[in-house]
């Protein structure tokens, strides 16, 4: 069992910043990607950011330059600064581990429950 807890949410104005922490719990062997995703009313669950093990990010079109995610790799955590907030930013945050676990080196797509992130005009 793989367990994710986000924290970190919360309501800011427009042009502000926030910081969201994620971390999973449990028979961790490996830790292959971490990322964050987003789902705002009406829409889909879409891609934010994901980062590697070995440290290669990938960013959304519409977060590139604002916001940065970054990794501790041993503890399986991730951290996303959120910078220059726009109301569109307005979502559910999600994050997402893809491990490996122990003891027959499963791979697990393991999600959090999210965290709200409100942006107000």
């Known amino acids: 069992q793989v367990q994710v807890v986000e924290s970190g949410g919360g309501l800011v104005q427009a042009g502000g910043s926030l910081r969201l922490s994620c971390a999973a719990y449990g028979r961790i062997a490996r830790t292959d990607a971490l990322g964050w995703y987003r789902q705002a009313p009406g829409n889909q669950r879409e891609l934010v950011a994901r980062?590697?093990?070995?440290?290669?990010?990938t960013y959304a079109d519409y977060v590139e330059g604002r916001f940065t995610i970054s990794s501790d790799n041993p503890k399986s955590a991730v951290y996303l600064q959120m910078n220059s907030l726009k109301p569109e930013d307005t979502a559910v945050y999600y994050c997402n581990a893809l491990v490996a676990t122990f003891p027959a080196w499963e791979i697990m797509d393991a999600w959090g429950q999210g965290t709200l992130v409100g942006v107000s005009s």
């Open positions: 980062i590697t093990s070995n440290g290669s990010a």
